[in-house]
């Protein structure tokens, strides 16, 4: 049974950081890809991060040069430093994983498991 905490989401003001927290329970990210979605209010789910099993990263363009994710392989589980934040990264955060060693195409259809999500706000 494969479950998704998280955790780190709050309330800062803009420029500041904020660092999320994926635990993830049933499964290894050893043999995942994992990755970071968000959802704004009226938007649609769209893709922060990934990260392959094999250590391969890719970012949306609007977080590029700001956010970092990487992996805790020891705790089983996948982190995002956001820093420089701005109003437009207020959003619902949710961690994913899909059970592959190969992340294929970005999107939210490719990840069959997802956390609860954590709310970040900047303001």
């Known amino acids: 049974h494969v479950q998704l905490v998280e955790s780190g989401g709050g309330s800062v003001q803009a420029g500041g950081s904020l660092r999320l927290s994926c635990e993830v329970m049933?499964?290894?990210?050893?043999?995942?890809?994992m990755a970071w979605f968000r959802q704004a209010p009226g938007k649609e789910r769209e893709p922060v991060a990934r990260?392959?099993?094999?250590?391969?990263?890719d970012y949306a363009d609007s977080v590029k040069g700001r956010f970092t994710i990487s992996r805790d392989r020891a705790e089983n589980m996948i982190l995002l430093q956001a820093n420089s934040l701005n109003a437009e990264d207020t959003a619902m955060y949710y961690c994913?994983?899909?059970?592959?060693?190969?992340?294929?195409?970005?999107?939210?259809?490719?990840?069959?498991?997802w956390g609860q999500g954590t709310q970040v706000t900047v303001s």
């Open positions: 994913a994983i899909r059970t592959d060693l190969h992340c294929g195409n970005f999107t939210a259809t490719r990840f069959g498991f």
């Open positions: 049933g499964y290894s990210i050893r043999a995942a890809c």
């Open positions: 990260i392959s099993s094999a250590g391969d990263i």
